[in-house]
């Protein structure tokens, strides 16, 4: 059963550092990795979808890795500032399972203070 | 201009009392669905639609229901709301089913049991 973990669950920096979020999945038998940000009270908006046959995909600021082999991906934020905060969660389907089927991360929230 | 509309943004219910979330889609995808996310949790699937075949996840309690009438528009009720029901109902959609696809959301519904 796919398990997708985010470690830490809570990350704050102050503005302008550079900063990297984790998250590790069980079954490296993936389609793709997904990042969403999720404002308080908010849905969720996709920032970046790699495919499993990508090594990274860039955004402007946000820089996505992925790792198949170890079960790692990196959400990469440079220049961070007070409006990246937010919470952070990855998200890869769920090989064999119903299509669509996104698991989840818990998330990593983010605090940027100015 | 928003793609995946949700209403209302904020229900209240009473423990008991049935209760329908709407969401809406102006991309014309195939695909709708339903997710459930408690506190500080991953969102769930709880199931979804692709075109006018329904598709429940197995964990889904029966308490929850769909509907989707058209492309367009798709319901989520709950027949008999619990406290343990409280939490924020995500809509999305996908141009197709195939894990491939990236999964749009909406605003979210937050639902507040009495």
């Known amino acids: 059963k796919q398990e997708v973990t985010q470690i830490p669950a809570a990350l704050s920096v102050p503005e302008g550092e550079n900063l990297v979020l984790n998250c590790s999945f069980t079954?490296?038998?993936?389609?793709?990795l997904q990042w969403f940000r999720q404002d308080p009270g908010k849905g969720l908006t996709s920032l970046l979808l790699i495919q499993s046959s990508q090594r990274e995909q860039t955004s402007g600021r946000l820089n996505a890795s992925l790792d198949k082999s170890s079960g790692r991906s990196t959400l990469y934020i440079a220049a961070s500032q007070p409006g990246d905060s937010a919470t952070y969660l990855c998200?890869?389907?769920?090989?064999?399972?119903?299509?669509?089927?996104?698991?989840f991360g818990k998330g990593t929230k983010l605090s940027v203070k100015p | 201009d928003a793609m995946v509309i949700q209403n209302p943004r904020y229900q209240v219910t009473q423990f008991g009392k049935p209760v329908t979330l709407s969401c809406s889609q102006t991309l014309n995808h195939n695909v709708m669905y339903w997710y459930q996310q408690k506190s500080s949790q991953a969102p769930k699937l709880l199931f979804h639609y692709y075109d006018k075949d329904f598709n429940n996840e197995a964990d889904t309690p029966d308490n929850f229901q769909s509907r989707r009438p058209n492309t367009s528009f798709c319901f989520l009720d709950i027949r008999s709301p619990g406290l343990g029901d409280a939490a924020m109902y995500l809509c999305?959609?996908?141009?197709?089913?195939?894990?491939?696809?990236?999964?749009?959301f909406g605003p979210g519904t937050r639902l507040l049991v009495l």
């Open positions: 998200a890869v389907p769920n090989y064999g399972g119903s299509q669509g089927n996104l698991i």
């Open positions: 999305a959609t996908s141009r197709d089913a195939f894990n491939q696809e990236t999964q749009y």
């Open positions: 079954d490296s038998a993936i389609y793709n």
